[in-house]
């Protein structure tokens, strides 16, 4: 730093939150308070400080402009729990491997010291791990998934790797059972559920497919919830969700930004990257594909399906049984069973959406 050059803030906020214990001596640490409110020249008249500051990085083997450029390269957050340094109360943490001396990164106090009572051992922090899953396992809650394709598939992947449910089996309609085990679980029937899985341990999810427009998956969770089950949601820790007001048995994937104000009814599918705008209302049993932007101050009726890369305009109302088809660009509302193509989308005549999906 130059003659007479004032710190920056970066410089400041480092030296004036790291807790440096022992390596600072108690005057130098007596008078920080007081030199940062008058930001005062790191090299002028009392130029020791600048040396013991220098003194603290070089412990660890690096200058204070390299320790800048850990910081940098790790987007000023922890490099375990990912917390961005200005949530902190102190400045990130030098860590080094306490073998070789080498510095591995910069981490926050709690991630520091969490590693360092397990002594950074790596079969400490494996059986540590194992006994926080197995404790998950234990308290998770029980749901079983309805079918055997793809969606029940998929159902068990997010739900058992990205939520609190454990998925204890599949069930199907009688005539649809052609096997007794799928992804390592038991497949039973609906008339097996209510006999062996009672309403009051286990809850149930229905994500289907968009077959009749959504009508197949619309009967199946009408019985199930006749039969006195409870649904649960799917959301997807990736996803960004900033409304409350969701009914039951939603599927919500990664990447899907939900705004404020948005009303979901129940029953409906968003797959991967979807964009749903503020005070947007959607009703019961629709797809949203993915890449679809439904802008604010819409009104998504029951039963509709959105294709890849559709666009729907501001402030419309989309009929029930509407199909918007990929990449349509729909600027004004919709008919009831209409087929919406192309930019702008029209509809196509003598065409009704049960006849294509």
């Known amino acids: 730093m130059k003659k007479g050059e004032k710190m920056s803030e970066e410089q400041k906020a480092v030296i004036s939150k790291a807790n440096t214990g022992r390596k600072f001596s108690d005057e130098f640490k007596k008078n920080m308070s007081d030199r940062m409110k008058k930001q005062t020249p790191w090299n002028k008249g009392k130029s020791k400080y600048t040396h013991e500051r220098d003194k603290y990085f070089a412990y660890y083997g690096i200058t204070f402009e390299q320790y800048n450029e850990l910081l940098r390269n790790q987007n000023n957050c922890c490099k375990i729990c990912n917390t961005n340094e200005r949530n902190l109360k102190e400045v ?19 991630c520091n010291l969490g590693i360092g009572h397990l002594k950074d051992n790596l079969g400490l922090l494996t059986r540590a791990v194992k006994y926080l899953e197995d404790h998950k396992r234990e308290n998770k809650k029980k749901v079983i998934v309805f079918g055997i394709q793809d969606y029940s598939q998929l ?38 559920l209510d006999a062996n899985y009672s309403r009051e341990t286990f809850n149930v999810f229905a994500p289907m497919s968009p077959k009749s427009m959504n009508e197949n998956r619309q009967k199946v969770y009408e019985v199930l919830r006749m039969m006195g089950y409870k649904f649960i949601n799917y959301t997807s820790s990736r996803a960004t969700v900033l409304t409350e007001d969701i009914g039951e048995n939603n599927f919500i994937l990664e990447n899907n930004v939900i705004q404020p104000f948005v009303k979901i009814g129940n029953n409906n599918v968003f797959w991967s990257g979807n964009h749903i705008g503020h005070h947007s209302e959607i009703m019961d049993n629709n797809t949203f594909t993915s890449h679809v932007v439904l802008s604010g101050h819409c009104r998504v009726s029951d039963n509709c399906f959105f294709g890849v890369n559709s666009t729907i305009r501001d402030g419309l109302k989309i009929a029930r049984y509407s199909l918007i088809s990929q990449g349509a660009n729909v600027l004004k509302d919709t008919e009831e069973a209409g087929v919406y193509i192309g930019n702008p989308a ?4 003598g065409k009704h959406s049960f006849e294509v999906i």
Request: charge should be negative; proline fraction near 2%; charged fraction near 35%.
């Open 92 to 110: 990130l943490h030098v860590d080094h491997d306490h073998e070789t001396n080498k510095v591995r990164g910069l981490l926050c106090r709690k």
């Open 155 to 192: 159902a068990h992947h997010y739900l058992t790797t990205d939520s609190d449910y454990e998925v204890a089996a599949f069930v199907v309609s009688k005539d649809y059972k052609d096997k007794d085990e799928f992804c390592g679980l038991p497949v039973i029937t609906l008339q097996q």
């Open 346 to 349: 029209k509809k196509l005549e």
